[in-house]
């Protein structure tokens, strides 16, 4: 990918095989405009398409991973034109990318920045990386991910608890809970500790690794919200047989229902 064509981000190949994407926006603390991520997808795609990358690194920098969507630029987004434009749909580009990626979180990674962290392969933290969906505090909802994501990696009481309180977590409970595969001593052992793990995925075969990804990813896929519908489905196609008016008749009228198993 080339350099010079990026104003919000950074990409290097600091290692064989390794492609590093530093969001860089540091006066802001790396909030997620859409010319930010229109650049991280185009240099996902490319380092993607290049085929020398086997696995990429996300990082920000110490104080910030990202600290959210920018708000700057929704505030005065109305809902014709979020929904019009279908706003944020191409967040989830990353979720397409077929090759590892890998995030190196340290400092803030809140509201948009969380949900960008938890949508790679494989999430690793500093000491002092701060997690949180605080969207509730500006009257809206995590809009990226942020509500089914967390609630995968931590269940729903704690997932529950974050997003309608907007609290903060920590990197230690990010690990604890499941939603950090590891934290690190410093914020450079962290990065350092990321380029070791995509350096070592890269080392592998290609299609291999791209198979092994599509099917961690598909235990994820076919989950609740599927076995809910098709549980509805179910539920609605019993108002075809008789014995759902016997049922329901009875209890109104305060009989004993009569099956007929039809
Ligand atoms: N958007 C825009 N600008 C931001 C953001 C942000 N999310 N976060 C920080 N900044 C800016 C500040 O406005 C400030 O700018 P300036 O210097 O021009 O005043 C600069 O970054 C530095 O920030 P602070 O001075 O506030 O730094 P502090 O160290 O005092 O505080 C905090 C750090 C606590 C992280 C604080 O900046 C903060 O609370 N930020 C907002 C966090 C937040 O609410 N994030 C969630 C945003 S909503 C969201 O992500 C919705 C996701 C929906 C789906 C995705 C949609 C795109």
Redesign the pocket.
């Given at each position: 990918p080339a350099e010079a064509s990026y104003e919000h981000i950074l990409i290097s190949t600091p290692r064989p095989g390794v492609g590093q994407i530093t969001l860089n926006r540091p006066?802001?603390?790396n909030?997620?405009?859409?010319p930010l991520?229109t650049e991280l997808n185009a240099a996902l795609r490319a380092f993607e398409a290049s085929k020398e990358a086997g696995a990429v690194v996300i990082t920000g920098n110490e104080?910030?991973f990202?600290?959210?969507?920018?708000?700057?630029?929704?505030k005065d987004l109305n809902f014709a034109s979020a929904f019009g434009n279908d706003?944020?749909k191409n967040?989830s580009e990353l979720t397409q990318i077929s090759i590892p990626i890998i995030a190196a979180v340290n400092g803030?990674a809140?509201?948009?920045?969380?949900?960008l962290a938890m949508m790679v392969d494989i999430l690793y933290c500093g000491p002092k990386a701060?997690f949180?969906?605080?969207?509730i505090?500006?009257g809206?909802?995590?809009?990226?991910g942020?509500s089914q994501r967390l609630t995968w990696a931590i269940g729903k009481a704690k997932a529950m608890e974050i997003i309608l309180t907007g609290k903060n977590f920590s990197a230690e409970e990010a690990e604890r809970w499941g939603l950090a595969a590891r934290v690190f001593e410093t914020p450079e052992a962290c990065v350092e500790g990321a380029l070791d793990t995509a350096e070592t995925i890269a080392s592998y075969g290609r299609l291999a690794v791209k198979a092994a990804k599509e099917v961690v990813n598909q235990s994820m896929e076919n989950g609740l919200s599927e076995g809910v519908k098709f549980e509805r489905r179910v539920f609605q196609s019993l108002f075809a047989t008789r014995d759902q008016k016997i049922g329901m008749t009875a209890f109104a009228e305060k009989k004993k229902p009569q099956w007929t198993g039809e």
């Open positions: 006066k802001a603390l909030a997620l405009s859409t991520m104080k910030a990202a600290a959210g969507a920018d708000i700057k630029e929704m706003f944020i967040w803030y809140l509201g948009g920045g969380c949900e701060t949180g969906q605080p969207e505090k500006l809206v909802i995590p809009g990226a942020g």
